[in-house]
Every structure is written in structure tokens, then in C-alpha cells.
């Protein structure tokens, strides 16, 4: 049987995959940091976002490539991704999806930008993290773990994606947040 | 916005089979499955060149990690060499270019079929089970709406009383794979056909693993240090297989998950069923330098 050469990977296609790589272990182990391949929610908007997507975005210059993916621009309430990039005020994680007790896909996949390895001390604990670990994030707004625990009941809820330059940490909604 | 900007240049084939849009897919919907460990997230299940419940669900999740870095072993019963799993593997190779092999310690990426392997898997590697019937409930309701709104209202007692009518029936538990077992003291999720023996070992383990059901079109996952609990009584301890006593004919190992092998005249032999454990312990005892992992069961007793 003649063996054929694997095909081609596309530069979409690695950036995509090194980019869902570093999601998928930030998400499963929560506070751990990983590497994007390069800096900012372009890789992570190539990697997930699609025409079968609803998009918000409070940073107006990532909305021309959410465009181009061919996602539906949505209003935040009833968005499946949205992009807040900094945070000013912490009553937006109010009006996020949060899905049901039947359909917790339909829970947010929210992702923003702050300063890792700085500011507030977090201690977290939940699936992916073996007991408890610390994590260091500085440019939120004062309350804004305080509202996400009260807005959220599992298994309800949304993911946070934490951006830092090309370096990322992510909260899924089973990591319990306590403020140090 | 250009139409050229839209448009990419053409492949014969998108590396990894699966087309850009279809990875997306199962990207979303397996952030959404790490993040409520143990609850079924639908998901659209493309075609791939095999038939639905041969291992498609695995396989797209497979397609969708892979890279060229990444060693794949598939693993079917146990077994590295049995036609489904060495399709399997011969694809993946195929169309990513993955290297791949039968060595537990080495993979990254372990496809299976109804087994964890006997060696512990470490911190960087993914297990990915194949799964046909993802739905722990359709047994006590087929109404698959039902069952929806029984997980959302963590509605489990049924559960309980289909171990209990086995127990005043049999006088033990008979379900001997898919054991049901609640993850994250939330949802219930079946772990696949895997025997009860495998089940201790998704348990605050320290791997994640995910289960995908290709004909089903369901996707779940256990993410590492999570809480995995077989359902059990309070007076009748989770049990698994008698197994720890058993000998391998052909490797000589001991106190491992077994094959019984049916001999003329109505005895059995057993063989191990982790191949590729039985094939370390025949090199090693023909001298070859192996190196075998740490394992869960130690003397056939789970560690604890």
C-alpha cells in the first residue's frame, strides 16, 4: 500500500492548535499560566470563534477579525464569547449568559485582559487543582470575584480566560475563588 | 473585507482530516466539558472515514489535539494491536503525521477503548475514550428529555435503586463496566464500557481525560484532581474485579486487569490486558532493558 504524505499544516492551523493546546491546560488546571503563540485574543478568537458563533466585544479593534470569522456581533446578554478586554466595572459579569441547569454549554466563555503574577493574592481550589494553589492577577475591579461568585451557581456559569501579552491563565466556572 | 481575504487557497485534504470549522466546534464544546466535569455537552459529530461507534467520537477529539509533535498510542481492550486500534492509530499517523507508539510512558495523546492503561499517566498526557452510550440514566429512562432535566436537577435516585434491585437480586452489584460514578459530587457520567477495575483510576487522577461519543454526539470530560465516586451503599463497599490474584500465562506478571481465555475441558487461562504492560514484563524477563512505570494497582490493591 503506497503511504502518503501527511497533509500540509496550514500557519492558521498551527497558531490554532498551539493556541487551543495552551487553553485546554490552562482550563483543566486552573492558575496554572500558559503560552499563547502570540500576544492578544487573535489566536484565541482563530482558534474558537466561527460563523456558528455570537460575539461581543468592548474592544471595537477586535470586532473587524470576529467580522471576518463570520460570527454574529451580539449584545453581551446573549453572547456565547465575549471579549471585555479591561475590566473597569465588575456589575458587566451581571448580564452575561450563564445557560441553565439544562444546557450548561450555554454558559459565557469570557475572555480579558489583566496583569498576571501581580495584585490581588487568589487562592483556588476545585477539579484541576490538587488541593489548593495561588495566583496573582492585578487590574480587575475591586468586587469582581465577590460578583462572580454570587452570580454564579453551578452548574451554571461562565469561563474566564485571563490575558496577560501572550500569556494566559483560565477560571472555568467549577474553581471556587477565595480572595486573600 | 475582500473577497480573497475570505477565501483560503485550496487543500486536497486539511491536515488532520477534520476541516477548520469542525475543530472549532469541538474546541468550544470541550471547554465547556473541562469546565463542568462530568456533564454531557452535545455536540455535532462530523463524518470521518469510519463508521459511527468504531470510535469517532475519540477520533475527532484525537484529530482535533493532534499535532506533529504529538506520539499517539490507541489502545482497544487493552490491546495496541487489535484491528480497531491499529486502524485508528494507522489514521491518525496518516493524516498528521504523528508519530506513534505502543508505549504507555512515551505517548502524549491515548486513545482507548474501554481501558485506562495499567501504568500511572502523568501530568502532561490526555486519555481519550471512546464511548457508545454516554447516558448513565437511559437505563432507568430513555427518555432522553427526561434524563436532561433528571441531570439538571441532580435528580440521581433511580440510580441508587437500580444498584439496590441488583444487590436484592444477585446479592452483589452486577454492573461490571460503565460503572456509574459521580464526578465532582455533581453530575453522574457512565466512564465508558471501562471495567470497574479502571474506575478507581479516574479518581483525583492526575491526567485529564475525555470522553467523546461520536454516534451519540455528546462530549464530557474529567479534568485532572477531580472527583470521581463510584456509586456505592454506605454498607456495601465499592468492589473491584477479583483480579489481584491472577498470574499471566505468558508474561508471569501478577495482580493486574485479566483476560480470561476459555481452554478445552472448562478451565480458563488469563492474559493480561493491558498488551503492552504483558510486553514490557516478557522483554524484562528475556534480559531486555524496559522501563516500566509506576502502576496503579500494586499487588492487585489499588494505592491509595
Given amino acids: 500500500m503506497s503511504q502518503s504524505a501527511p497533509p500540509l499544516r496550514s500557519a492558521e492551523e498551527i497558531e490554532a492548535n498551539a493556541s487551543f493546546d495552551a487553553l485546554l491546560w490552562a482550563l483543566s488546571r486552573p492558575g496554572q499560566i500558559r503560552h499563547l ?29 470576529v467580522m471576518r470569522s463570520g460570527a454574529e456581533i451580539a449584545d ?38 489583566c496583569k498576571l503574577g501581580a495584585g490581588a493574592h487568589l487562592r483556588l481550589s476545585g477539579p484541576g487543582v490538587n488541593g489548593t494553589c495561588d495566583l496573582q492577577v492585578a487590574g480587575l475591579p475591586d468586587g469582581f470575584w ?4 454570587q452570580v454564579m451557581r453551578y452548574p451554571t456559569g461562565f469561563e474566564l480566560i485571563l490575558l496577560d501579552g501572550d500569556r494566559l491563565a483560565a ?5 471556587i475563588v477565595e480572595v486573600l | 473585507m475582500s473577497l480573497s481575504e475570505l477565501t483560503k487557497p485550496w487543500e486536497a485534504m486539511s491536515y488532520g482530516f477534520l476541516d477548520a470549522s469542525a475543530k472549532r466546534e469541538l474546541r468550544r464544546k470541550m471547554i465547556k466539558a473541562v469546565a463542568v466535569p462530568g456533564c454531557q455537552m452535545p455536540y455535532a459529530s462530523r463524518e470521518v472515514p469510519m463508521a459511527r461507534g468504531w470510535g469517532t467520537g475519540g477520533l475527532q477529539v484525537s484529530l482535533t489535539l493532534v499535532n506533529p509533535e504529538t506520539t499517539v498510542k490507541v489502545i482497544d481492550q487493552g490491546a495496541d494491536d487489535s484491528v480497531n486500534a491499529a486502524s485508528i492509530r494507522r489514521f491518525i499517523a496518516r493524516v498528521a503525521g504523528a508519530p506513534v507508539t505502543m508505549d504507555t510512558l512515551q505517548a502524549d495523546l491515548i486513545q482507548s477503548r474501554h481501558r485506562i492503561p495499567e501504568e500511572i499517566l502523568s501530568e502532561d498526557q490526555i486519555l481519550v475514550l471512546q464511548v457508545p452510550n454516554p447516558e448513565p440514566l437511559r437505563p432507568v429512562q430513555p427518555n ?17 435503586l437500580q444498584l439496590y434491585e441488583q444487590i436484592v437480586r444477585s446479592g452483589r452489584v452486577m454492573q461490571g463496566a460503565s460503572y456509574p460514578s459521580l464526578v465532582h459530587g455533581r453530575h453522574i457520567m457512565t466512564p465508558s464500557p471501562i471495567p470497574r477495575w ?29 472527583r470521581v465516586e463510584p456509586l456505592v451503599f454506605s454498607d456495601v463497599p465499592y468492589r473491584v474485579e477479583d ?33 503492552e504492560w504483558g510486553v514490557k514484563a516478557i522483554r524484562q524477563r528475556d534480559g531486555e532493558g524496559v522501563i516500566k512505570g509506576e502502576t496503579w494497582y500494586k499487588n492487585g490493591e489499588m494505592a491509595q
Fill in chain 2, 144 to 160: 432522553m428529555s427526561i434524563a436532561r432535566q433528571m441531570h439538571a436537577d441532580a435528580d440521581y435516585g433511580r440510580m441508587w
Fill in chain 2, 198 to 226: 479502571d474506575v478507581p483510576k479516574l479518581h483525583m487522577a492526575k491526567h485529564l481525560t475525555i470522553l467523546s461519543a461520536g454516534r451519540e454526539k455528546r462530549i464530557y470530560a474529567v479534568p485532572p484532581y477531580t
Fill in chain 2, 243 to 275: 483480579h489481584g490474584g491472577l498470574t499471566c500465562h505468558r508474561s508471569g506478571t501478577k495482580g493486574f486487569f485479566m483476560n480470561e481465555i476459555p481452554q478445552d475441558g472448562g478451565t480458563s487461562t488469563y492474559e493480561v490486558s493491558d498488551s
Fill in chain 1, 146 to 149: 465577590q460578583t462572580r461568585a
Fill in chain 1, 76 to 113: 453581551m446578554a446573549s453572547a456565547d464569547h465575549v471579549f471585555l478586554a479591561t475590566v473597569q466595572d465588575s456589575e458587566v459579569l451581571k448580564s452575561l449568559q450563564l445557560g441553565s441547569d439544562l444546557y450548561p454549554d450555554e454558559g459565557a466563555t469570557v475572555i480579558l485582559r
Fill in chain 1, 171 to 175: 477560571l472555568p466556572r467549577s474553581t
Fill in chain 1, 37 to 65: 503563540p502570540k500576544p492578544g485574543e487573535a489566536a484565541l478568537i482563530d482558534a474558537l470563534i466561527d460563523r456558528e458563533c455570537r460575539v461581543y466585544s468592548a474592544d471595537p479593534l477586535l470586532i473587524p477579525q
